[in-house]
């Protein structure tokens, strides 16, 4: 029982960096609104949304209840591409996702992995031109988004 209790607390351990390398936008919008205004900022930038999930609505579909998240997945091939020709197991993290989401309180947020978190472990470099322009372009979309 030891020993599977301190396998349980050094997974967690090891798990919990992860978490601090999400950034998270408030919105004032409700998340259908701020959804749609981060599908317009990213199409507006010449990106392309590849998919939309909505979590509440399958949820819903499978008769349970839960709070409304969207994800948004998108990319860029003239940014995303060099981050694979880098290490090609970048596309194990590509294309950019970003969650919406209401909290428990109903407020909206807009969360996404940090890129140079994302990409560690990888063989690129946390300071690769890319890396700088999707953390940039990440924080441009959510925050128009958000408006």
Do not use: C, W
């Not at 749609?36 to 979590?55: N, T």
């Not at 969650?99 to 978190?117: Q, S």
């Amino acid at each position: 029982m030891k020993a599977f209790l301190m396998s349980t607390a050094i997974a967690l351990g090891a798990a919990m960096p992860a978490f601090a390398d999400l950034v998270t936008v408030p919105s004032s919008k409700s998340v259908t609104e701020t959804a749609d205004a981060l599908a317009a900022a990213i199409e507006g930038a010449g990106a392309k949304v590849v998919a939309r999930v909505d979590h509440h609505k399958a949820a819903e579909g499978a008769g349970l209840e839960m709070a409304e998240a969207t994800v948004l997945i998108f990319g860029n091939p003239k940014i995303g591409t060099p981050a694979m020709q880098a290490d090609t197991r970048a596309g194990l993290r590509l294309p950019l996702k970003v969650l919406v989401y209401a909290d428990e309180d109903g407020k909206t947020h807009l969360t996404y992995e940090d890129p140079a978190a994302m990409f560690a472990g990888l063989d690129i470099p946390s300071d690769a031109g890319f890396v700088k322009t999707m953390t940039g372009a990440l924080g441009k979309l959510t925050g128009k988004a958000a408006e």
